[in-house]
């Protein structure tokens, strides 16, 4: 049985995924983890967990020590005025010998806007969203750091995440569903568990200081995948709304960028075939399970 010590900065719903894709592969794991709550112990799918507290007001000095102790390290925090609270904090951690492996989850706003264009890793990057100018600039505080110490160092720059918990099915049930119509408008989306499957297979294929694109096969507008989520719920089509009737700043500025992200390079690399290679096939499935 293989033994990771795994630290995760941040404990959302790629972190989640992760460890329960390595208990199905039968990994003996010692877990820790990074949150805004107090810390302690806490249990997640049967595993003692270690919580350490981190956030802008406190964190919590045992972290140190546990990195010095830690193999792997998977961060998902987002930056915070262009500035990654990890690399501040524990950059020394990093130089650790101990260390084999360390993934940053960034996202595919970085590139921008490209006009409804393809866009793969060698793409010219031209954010303009405050979370893609953020995201770029953490990303090249990483990259100098592989540089300059070669740390083993990888980038997954995601696209928009969905699960069987979050995804547009949910939202036309609940009625908080719409459709918002713009010409040459495209997104790239992937499911929670090829992100998984994608860094566990990375586990064991790794090259240092390389970034990866992490999208499924097929990019869409959200008017197609909001028509086709409609249709296979029976339920009438979600209301329309204009782009301007957009309440929320940061999906306003999603609106501003059109690319189709390519993921050539990590499907070559890793030598992976999409479990759901296009939101057909996710909704298809998230939809049984909810049959079920």
């Known amino acids: 049985m293989k033994e990771l010590n795994i630290f995760f900065f941040g404990f959302g719903q790629v972190a989640k995924e992760f460890i329960k894709k390595l208990l199905s ?31 802008n007001e406190k964190i919590d000095k045992n972290i140190q020590k546990k990195l010095n102790n830690s ?12 500035i990654d609270l990890v690399l501040k904090y524990f950059s020394k951690e990093f130089l650790n010998q101990n260390i084999k492996w360390i993934t940053y989850l960034s996202a595919t706003s970085v590139y921008g806007d490209h006009k409804g264009e393809w866009v793969d890793e060698k793409s010219e990057t031209l954010p303009k969203s405050k ?10 505080g990483w990259l100098k750091m592989h540089e300059e ?7 997954f720059r995601l696209s928009g995440i969905y699960s069987n918990k979050n995804n547009v099915l949910e939202r036309i049930k609940s009625g908080n569903g719409s459709i918002i119509r713009k010409k040459n408008q495209f997104f790239s989306r992937v499911h929670v568990e090829d992100i998984a499957n994608l860094l566990f297979i990375s586990l064991n294929k790794f090259k240092k200081g390389e970034v990866y694109n992490v999208s499924d096969d097929k990019p869409a507008s959200s ?15 979600p209301k329309e709304i204009k782009l301007d009737q957009i309440e ?10 059109s690319k189709k992200v390519s993921n050539k390079k990590a499907k070559e690399f890793f030598k ?7 939101y057909i096939e996710g909704l298809n499935y998230i939809n049984k399970k909810l049959l079920n």
């Open 25 to 55: 592969e039968e990994y003996k794991l010692n877990i820790s983890i990074t949150t805004r709550q107090a810390s302690g112990q806490i249990e997640f799918l049967g595993q003692k967990v270690s919580n350490f507290e981190f956030n």
């Open 71 to 82: 193999d792997h390290i998977l961060i998902s925090i987002p930056p915070k005025d262009k």
């Open 131 to 140: 979370s893609g100018i953020e995201r770029l600039a953490v990303e090249n």
């Open 149 to 155: 110490h070669k740390i083993p160092l990888q980038i």
């Open 223 to 237: 008017e197609d995948v909001m028509q086709y989520g409609a249709k296979i719920l029976n339920l009438p089509e």
């Open 248 to 257: 929320s700043e940061m999906l306003k500025a999603f609106y501003n960028d």
């Open 272 to 278: 992976y075939n999409f479990k759901f290679p296009t």
